[in-house]
């Protein structure tokens, strides 16, 4: 099956709750009030949608935005978090000089012989801790490194009164099955120093709008349509984004071609790989629950 490109909604699904809670610590925060949002759910469920939807959120208040994205392999490189958030600023002039003064604090202490890690994380939040009105967003926390946390950790502490919203997301499948992410996010929680967000699943109702604006007609989807992507993908936004994007806009209008169709390679791919780093007992119950 051949694809000329990809389907998005337009527009964020099912998640107006949790934007009209972003809108007011945007508010609180700019009244010099720093908050810590911390976004969960699987993978697919939309987190670095909502990240990005509160970044641009900030920046139509004026907010300055800066993200740090993470990759599997960055789990092994110490405050890999703030490395990536100190190349983002770089590019940024909003930020000045900050970026690359971040870049070279971390690499100066870590190439230290003997590195005093309090003294780093310390230095780093000094240097975060701001009066002008910011957005700071880590993606991918299930891959962040134990010095990167426990930096975050002490930014949340030292900037409840600075114009700071801190916002992270990680996928709360990993967290389950890692101790440190575990351990990290109750200490957050149970200290009040992040508030936690879920993403759900997509309802029918909110699988039917979004098919809708991806199918663009200005039309609601026909029900049969909207039956078929919602029984293909459980309401899992990326899913249906994917699957409608591998059948194409001229045959999303037909129900059987949406139940016939070939599972996407790129959700294919990244369930094998999902399943690959369970254990083998769990990797076991996963292919039989699969037949």
């Not at 300055?64 to 100190?86: I, N, T």
């Not at 909003?94 to 310390?122: K, N, Q, Y």
């Not at 909110?206 to 200005?218: K, S």
Request: hydrophobic fraction near 45%.
């Amino acid at each position: 099956m051949s694809q000329v490109g990809s389907l998005l909604s337009p527009v964020i699904v099912g998640r107006g709750d949790l934007m009209d809670l972003a809108q007011r610590r945007l508010d609180e925060v700019r009244g010099g009030s720093g908050h810590f949002l911390l976004a969960s759910g699987e993978a697919g469920i939309g987190k670095t949608r909502f990240l990005d939807a509160v970044g641009s959120l900030a920046t139509g208040r004026g907010f300055r935005v800066a993200q740090a994205e993470l990759a599997p392999q960055d789990r092994d490189v110490l405050a890999a978090s703030f490395l990536a958030l100190g190349r983002t600023m770089r590019r940024d002039p909003a930020f000045g000089t900050t970026g690359r003064e971040l870049i070279d604090v971390l690499r100066l202490r870590l190439d230290a012989s003997r590195p005093h890690r309090r003294d780093l994380v310390m230095e780093v939040v000094d240097l975060l801790a701001t009066d002008v009105p910011t957005v700071l967003a880590f993606e991918d926390l299930q891959w962040a490194d134990d010095l990167s946390l426990e930096t975050l950790t002490e930014l949340a502490r030292q900037t409840r009164d600075r114009p700071l919203l801190l916002v992270g997301a990680y996928r709360s499948n990993e967290a389950i099955a890692g101790v440190v992410l575990r351990e990290w996010r109750s200490r957050l929680v149970t200290q009040r120093l992040a508030e936690e967000i879920r993403l759900g699943r997509l309802s029918r109702d909110e699988t039917a709008l979004m098919t809708t604006l991806i199918l663009g007609t200005g039309l609601p989807a026909p029900r049969d349509v909207v039956e078929a992507v919602y029984t293909r993908t459980d309401g899992v936004p990326l899913h249906i984004e994917e699957l409608c994007s591998a059948i194409g806009r001229e045959r999303l209008a037909d129900s059987r071609a949406i139940l016939d169709a070939d599972v996407p390679e790129t959700l294919e791919d990244a369930t094998l790989a999902r399943i690959g780093r369970l254990s083998p007992e769990a990797q076991a119950v996963a292919r039989a629950g699969a037949v």
